[in-house]
């Protein structure tokens, strides 16, 4: 990290485009809000080999110190923004907030100098890290108040640790934005768009206290995804514009700036025909994408929420590079706690990526990644590494498109493997090589015909096939009632999940489903095709965030909600 400062504050306040319409008189209970994936069971991995069985644990954070962060997280939040939806706050309530967001500052004790004219030593840690958050801190809560962000819930929330910082990021959705009207400069508008918050911790005193933070909208990083797809060729090398960080007050991206052309061609060249995208079919139709790579010979590494999605959505994959084209045979196996699968191919090269040592990457180290976002065309980006504990961080921004993509250090090396933990934000995931490693360890010396692997089609009809059981719908709602409400977003074909309690009372209909197949989605992303469906059919949507939705037309209020394993869809006749 800089222990020089150049004192550049990021601009805070961003401009938004409408994403959702919001509805302000729904208040939230974040006590059932649940970032709990692991609470989903899944016993698909039992059928592999267990030969095969990959031993690679996460160590993930301290739970305790997890909890901790998350809790100072969201006080934190309240304390820049205030409560759900604070559009009245009294004087006295804002000056209480404002005294202890100051209070939360870090601010070390700087060693003296008698020799500096200030009476300090300038030189030291805690001088740069003092004048880092006595600038941020009070500069971004004023540069909020003028923003007036409303929000109405918590989203998901993550946390890393990296030497003596820690790193949270909350999403809040569906924030309401002041910005100046077009039309008449003396009036405000409140424009809808998603919006994260990074907050970097250091510990004082034995207490966590805010050093660095910045925000940013989900339509500014769709502004630099916009800008990507335009430098995509199919013909050479594509390299992505650099995005410009806010980040760059607190770490140094000086060795960025000094890779070459050279070191980008040759790690771009040393790679491309290892590299693979993947498609997964519904009737002709992509419901998923993502990337991969060879890590020996005929076996593609990618995201196992990748595999379940398409097992779930999908009637097949396919599987190619800029070369060639890959028949899938089936899936060998999977670790799903590292979000990583194992494909075998039945056409393949013997060529394969070189696992690098991930534990060697230092915190600003530059790193690579080569992906599609498209299917077609090939794009490097790079970014620094931001942590490297159980998870390696880095600067750079991808889509959930390029989950699956291989992380390459400046020797071409792959020392990381980019998951579906975080995308569409300027921060990214990537798993660290040691499962890498042990995966190659463990294939590279078997013959590839007897590496045994299970077909899409199995896996999909033994654990991911749903019939629905009529007899229970009609068991628990009246049958006149049946043909109205079950047609609502065609239920029955749209949710993908058992349905197990129904009832219906005074114009309500209350539908229970079991969510006890998809481990990395949750119930919510497996009602995508009913939200679309609604939508399509003319209803508006008027709430929509990582745990509930709500849909309205003339005559039915739709709401659906994720509660732990199970979605709840409630149909209300206006």
């Known amino acids: 990290m800089k222990t020089k400062i150049i004192i550049v504050i990021s601009t805070f306040v961003l401009s938004a485009t409408t994403v959702f319409a919001l509805s302000n ?3 939230f209970d974040t006590s059932k809000l649940s970032f709990t994936e692991n609470s989903k069971k899944d016993n698909v991995v039992s ?3 267990k030969k095969y069985d990959l031993t690679y644990s996460i160590s993930n954070i301290d739970q305790k110190l997890e909890e901790e962060i998350k809790t100072l997280t969201k006080k934190t939040t309240y304390l820049l923004f205030g409560g759900f939806n604070n559009t009245e706050e009294t004087s006295e309530e804002y000056y209480k ?17 008698d020799n500096n004219k200030f009476g300090l030593d300038t030189d030291s840690q805690e001088y740069a890290d003092n004048l880092i958050s006595e600038l941020a801190i009070p500069q971004i809560f004023n540069q909020v108040n003028e923003m007036g962000l409303i929000y109405n819930s918590f989203g998901d929330i993550r946390v890393t640790k990296n030497d003596n910082i820690v790193i949270s990021s909350i999403i809040l959705p569906n924030v309401k934005i002041k910005e100046q009207s077009k039309s008449d400069p003396m009036k405000y508008d409140y424009l809808e768009t998603n919006y994260v918050m990074y907050y970097y911790y250091k510990k004082l005193n034995n207490k966590w206290k805010l050093y660095y933070l910045y925000g940013e909208s989900t339509d500014e990083v769709s502004s630099y995804f916009n800008e990507i797809e335009s430098s995509t060729s199919n013909e050479k090398m594509a390299i992505a514009p650099s995005y410009e960080s806010k980040i760059e007050t607190v770490y140094n991206f000086e060795k960025l700036k000094n890779m070459t052309q050279e070191e980008l061609n040759n790690i771009y060249n040393l790679n491309i025909n290892n590299i693979v995208y993947l498609n997964s079919y519904y009737n002709n139709a992509i419901t998923a994408s993502a990337n991969g790579f060879f890590i020996s010979n005929g076996l593609v590494v990618t995201t196992w929420s990748f595999i379940e999605k398409s097992l779930i959505d999908a009637q097949y994959i396919t599987i190619n590079n800029k070369l060639n084209t890959f028949e899938f045979e089936g899936i060998v196996t999977a670790n799903l706690e590292a979000d990583v699968a194992i494909i075998k191919v039945k056409d393949y090269s013997s060529q394969f990526v070189k696992i690098g040592n991930s534990q060697s990457l230092k915190v600003e180290d530059p790193v690579i990644t080569i992906s599609s976002k498209n299917g077609v065309d090939a794009i490097v980006q790079k970014g620094i590494v931001v942590s490297n504990d159980d998870y390696i961080q880095t600067s750079i921004p991808l889509l959930t498109v390029d989950e699956g993509s291989p992380l390459f250090n400046q020797k071409g090396e792959v020392i990381g493997f980019n998951t579906s933990k975080i995308t569409n934000a300027s921060i990214s995931v990537a798993v660290t090589s040691n499962i890498l490693k042990e995966i190659q360890n463990k294939f590279s010396n078997l ?11 199995e896996l999909k009809e033994k654990y991911y096939y749903v019939k629905y059981n009529q007899e229970s719908t009609i068991n628990n709602i009246p049958k006149n009632k049946q043909k109205e409400y079950l047609g609502i977003g065609n239920i029955e074909e749209t949710i993908k999940l058992k349905l197990i309690k129904s009832s219906y009372k005074n114009g309500i209909v209350s539908l229970r489903y079991k969510n006890d197949i998809a481990k990395y989605l949750n119930s919510m992303q497996l009602a995508s095709d009913f939200k679309q469906k609604l939508i399509k059919d003319g209803y508006k949507q008027v709430m929509n965030t990582n745990s509930k939705s709500i849909y309205k037309n003339k005559k039915y209020q739709i709401i659906i ?3 732990f394993d199970y979605l709840i869809v409630v149909m209300v006749k206006l």
């Open 47 to 49: 059928n592999f080999n």
């Open 97 to 113: 907030r404002h005294k202890e967001w100051l209070d939360l500052r870090y601010d070390p004790k700087i060693p003296k100098d």
């Open 25 to 27: 008189d729904f208040n």
């Open 447 to 457: 013959d590839f015909n007897s590496i045994e692997s299970i077909p899409f089609s």
């Open 561 to 563: 909600m994720d509660e």
